[in-house]
């Protein structure tokens, strides 16, 4: 799992690679931890994302919740979109 | 190190001790041999070069060697000769020869005549001695009565203008004799006392290096047994040598090394019993989870039978599911996948599956049982954990199945197809979660498969997934709830090939009859 993190103003970036499950959720958990406290908007660049878990699945609910809602998902592929349909996460976070 | 510097100088000093012993009675042979020449030169001043050289004894000759014989006598010199060297220099005429032996000059007297000219080249060291040059230091020659220590020295005569020579012999083997007797005399007692220091240095090598070292070898030997069945907290006394050189340090790394295996021995232990406690409850969490959800059920009724299977990847694990018949003769289902692993997904299943079982009991009505089972959990979820689920009625005299799905793979018709994904969502993070219910008709002989992610995502070395289509192929000709299980389980099983996983694995099928 590789996570790029990049800040533009009140906007952080975290672009996630490779596979989000059990084993490296809790990196991802770090990633948000050490978000600026200034940050107001947050983006997931899913892009290089190949796989993701349910613990995956936590860890985004983790993040929407810490930015009381302020969390964009993009660049979602198709097979981490039907994992998003399956568990009804479309309906509730920003996915463009 | 002091050792070693002791014995190296015991041993010079035995060398210094031979050495200095032989120039010392060189030295003594040498002031004597001055005595014999200063006397010879007084000797010859009572005589002049005519008489030397005349060939018969004149009274002066006889007195003159009379004196010097008697001073080689005494003095132990075994020749004395006075000669002059040629003008041709490669022959010397024997002006006066006389022998400290009595015998042996006699015979001297009477064979070797006056004037007696013999070949030999004057070497280097008499035409020295002849310029003037002072030289004390003897030479090595041959003689007739064996190897000599030759000395040369001028000598001057009435009614000559040059200076004759005078060469005094001394037997070489007595004065090497001396000098070993000497150094014998001078090396038993050195070799005594070096030999007490040996023995000394010995004992204090003793006393000082081989004993400690027994002593820490000793306690190095014992200290393992000692430590593993020492009872409590006590460390062993440490080891006391009050020493400030190499032995001192060795104690000192002794200490410090058992101070420290007995920490770590400390820890382990402490680090072990806490895994013991931690592993005994996990294995009551265990088996109070198995006493929840049993590893397998197999339930017939009128007009249905359903099996249900579910294997743990971790000693606890997050799915679960539940097949009961109700009062009314319906066929109650649940199954569901707590998202994450452990312990943690083991709290929250148990939470979750109490709170589901009873809503679906009560109410009767899968989408609602779910929606109020949603609201209860989200409400308090500061850990945003979840739990994705399908629960459904039976009806088994219409064989109509109605389901709820909260955000759950979607089912698969045995032989079939999968169904239409729902509209839910997973059950415990946002209020409202507009579960609605969902109808599918099952004709007799037909069956349904409901499953968890552990199926789907089962994985290879490859890292291939087991995928949607190869459980469809595998299920496809299951006639019964629990074939349609066991074929997926085996079809699962070989093409992950002992590939461990990390995903508990549930199964549940119904068909109606």
């Known amino acids: 799992m590789k996570i790029t993190s990049t800040a533009e103003g009140t906007t952080t970036t975290l672009a996630l690679e ?49 930015m009381k809602g302020h969390l964009t998902i993009c660049n979602t592929t198709a097979e981490v979109m039907q994992v998003f349909k399956v568990a009804g996460f479309d309906k509730r976070l920003r996915i463009v | 190190m002091s050792f070693v510097a002791l014995i190296v ?16 009675i060189m030295d003594e042979a040498t002031n004597i041999i001055d005595i014999v020449a200063q006397e010879a030169q007084a000797a010859v001043n009572g005589t002049t070069y005519d008489e030397l050289t005349s060939e018969s004894d004149t009274e002066g000759y006889d007195a003159t060697r009379e004196t010097i014989q008697l001073v080689c006598s005494l003095l132990n010199v075994r020749n004395l000769t006075i ?105 038993i007692p050195m070799i005594a006392i070096n030999m007490g220091v040996v023995v000394i240095e010995v004992v204090m090598l003793r006393r000082d290096v081989s004993n ?82 049993p590893p397998s059920t197999e339930l017939a009724g009128d007009g249905f039978e359903a099996f249900a299977s579910m294997r743990m990847a971790r000693e606890v694990g997050g799915d679960f599911y539940d097949l009961s018949v109700l009062g009314d003769g319906r066929l ?17 299943m148990a939470m979750s599956r109490t709170l589901i079982y009873e809503k679906m009991r009560t109410c009767l009505d899968p989408a609602k049982a779910l929606n109020e089972a949603n609201d209860s959990i989200a409400s308090n979820n500061p850990e945003c954990m979840f739990v994705t689920l399908v629960a459904g009625l039976l009806d088994p005299a219409t064989g109509v199945i109605t389901y709820a799905n909260a955000g759950h793979l979607a089912p698969l018709v045995v032989g079939g197809e999968y169904l239409g994904q729902s509209d839910g969502i997973v059950l415990g993070l946002f209020e409202g979660a507009g579960i609605v219910n969902e109808t599918v008709r099952l004709e007799p002989g037909e069956g349904i498969l409901f499953y968890t992610d552990g199926a789907t995502e089962a994985n290879n070395a490859q890292a291939d997934f087991f995928g949607e289509q190869r459980l469809c192929d595998a299920v496809a ?37």
């Open chain 2, 9 to 24: 100088a015991s041993g010079a000093s035995l060398l210094l001790s031979h050495a200095y012993n032989s120039a010392d």
């Open chain 2, 212 to 293: 400690p070292l027994k002593v820490v070898s000793a306690r190095m030997r014992g200290f393992v047994r000692r430590e593993s069945s020492r009872e409590g907290e006590s460390h062993e006394e440490p080891l006391e040598m009050k020493r400030d050189d190499e032995i001192g340090e060795i104690c000192d790394s002794y200490n410090k090394m058992t101070g420290d295996i007995h920490e770590y021995v400390g820890q382990i232990e402490s680090m072990t019993r806490e895994r013991v406690a931690a592993n005994t409850e996990l294995s009551v969490a265990r088996r109070i989870q198995q006493g929840l959800v």
């Open chain 2, 332 to 348: 109650m289902f649940v199954l569901a996948d707590v998202s994450g692993k452990g312990v943690s997904a083991a709290l929250f």
């Open chain 1, 18 to 66: 490779g596979w989000l499950d059990s084993a490296t959720a809790p990196e991802f958990g770090a990633a948000l931890a050490a978000i600026d406290s200034s940050c107001e908007e947050l983006i997931i660049d899913l892009s290089a994302l190949e796989y993701i878990s349910s613990a995956g699945l936590r860890q985004l609910v983790v993040a929407y919740k810490q």
């Open chain 2, 83 to 187: 000669y002059e060297l040629n003008d041709d220099e490669s022959t010397l005429t024997c002006l006066l020869i006389v022998s400290g032996d009595d015998e042996e000059d006699e015979r001297l007297q009477k064979e070797v005549p006056h004037g007696f000219v013999m070949e030999k080249k004057a070497s280097q060291k008499e035409l020295n001695v002849l310029s003037g040059a002072s030289d004390s230091e003897a030479e090595i020659t041959e003689g007739i009565m064996g190897r000599n220590l030759s000395w040369f020295f001028p000598v001057e005569v009435e009614g000559c203008d040059d200076d004759l020579l005078m060469r005094i012999d001394v037997d070489d083997s007595e004065l090497l004799g001396k000098i070993f007797d000497n150094t014998l005399a001078f090396a």
């Open chain 2, 477 to 513: 000709g299951a006639s019964c709830a629990v074939d349609a299980v066991h074929s997926a389980v085996e079809a699962i099983d070989l093409f992950v090939a002992g590939h461990e996983q990390f995903d508990d694995l549930t199964l549940l099928s119904i068909f109606a009859r």
